[in-house]
């Protein structure tokens, strides 16, 4: 197995493809599409999306996380976290906003900033 230190290109993208493996941490200021196997910690300025069949064990941190393959570990957002149908997360979720579709397999906490309705115990008179 390969250990690697990586980070993508200065407001760039990069692709982990299908088959590869690292073990390591993973950090960049540019996206990064992960379609193979992470083993280790991912920290990114900018998006991340882990394809259908794609697996991560580890805590992932970036400005937004879409997930369609597998988490194993906790994900932080500044923006937004969408959890896809095919996807399977274990571990905290946090981001400014949350989405999950149905048919999503999630085990863990779910961590987001919001306003209740005033019907709910909200601040009234926005």
Known sequence: MA????STSQGGSAVLGKGAHIRGRIAGDGDLRVEGTISGGVSLKGDLVVSDGAEIVADVEAR???VEGSIEGDISATSSVAIGASARVSGAIRGASISIEEGASVSGRIEADFELPPELGG????
Not at 3 to 6: G, P, Q, V
């Open 123 to 126: 601040k009234s008179g926005r």
């Open 3 to 6: 250990r690697a230190n990586s």
């Open 64 to 66: 937004s996380v879409t």
